[in-house]
């Protein structure tokens, strides 16, 4: 049985799911670390728990991967003892991932149901980088048309832009990527790999959430129910 449940959506038929990603990465308190090295034992400043299942996603075999990881790492070389307390790198990182593969064999290292317990209960909810790739036809793409024609006159050595990056950026000053779609022609159609945060806790249905919004993000791009 998956570890995580793996995501079902109303996505259309010409649309082909064929990875989604969720990374998060944040820092840990001494307090935290006190907790993790209560129940996990870092070896060389570091403890990781993997898994890796076989799965169906969207009606084919499919992987799905997980890896967290607890690391306490001194940042320089040759610091007296107070220097290097004060010079630590200590974070945690949760890697889930789920991608189309006829093949996928089963995998366990570490303990995984101990280090998803820990890092569950650092935070009610952790800030995760979320990666959707999916194909469709060409012709599915509703903001422009790819390839695009490059002007000879002014463009020397190529003919065509047969990719672009699309992006909402924030309203205020700073102009922050709130998400993006980077869409590829191939020989196959269209390629479309969207990008969006979502903070999520850890828990089975952390996936699940996580192709969902990159979803909406995704129909942005070549039409359907969107962000707003």
């Known amino acids: 049985m998956a570890r995580f449940s793996v995501p079902t959506a109303d996505i259309p038929a010409s649309v082909t799911l064929v990875g989604v990603s969720a990374v998060a990465e944040f820092g840990l308190t001494p307090a935290a670390l006190e907790t993790i090295q209560s129940k996990l034992q870092l070896t060389d400043g570091a403890y990781h728990a993997k898994f890796r299942d076989a799965v169906q996603w969207g009606g084919a075999a499919a992987e799905l991967r997980g890896i967290i990881g607890f ?11 107070g220097e290097a307390s004060a010079s630590r790198r200590q974070y945690a990182h949760i890697d889930l991932d789920l991608w189309r593969t006829s093949t996928a064999d089963p995998l366990e290292e570490g303990d995984w149901k101990t280090a998803e317990e820990v890092a569950a209960s650092l935070a009610s909810e ?9 194909r469709a036809p060409l012709d599915s793409l509703r903001t422009v048309r790819l390839p695009i024609p490059l002007p000879s006159s002014t463009t020397i050595g190529f003919s065509h832009m047969t990719g672009v990056r699309l ?10 990527e709130l998400y993006s779609v980077v869409a590829d022609r191939t020989k196959q159609g269209l390629s479309l790999l969207a990008t969006v945060r979502v903070s999520s806790p850890l828990d089975t249905k952390t996936l699940e959430r996580a192709q969902e919004r990159a979803w909406l993000v995704t129909s942005l791009a070549i039409g359907g129910r969107g962000e707003g």
């Open 71 to 81: 690391h306490d790492f001194p940042t320089g070389e040759g610091l007296s003892q």
């Open 167 to 176: 992006a909402k950026l924030s309203e205020d000053a700073g102009n922050e």
């Open 126 to 134: 952790h800030s995760f980088t979320v990666s959707l790739r999916v």
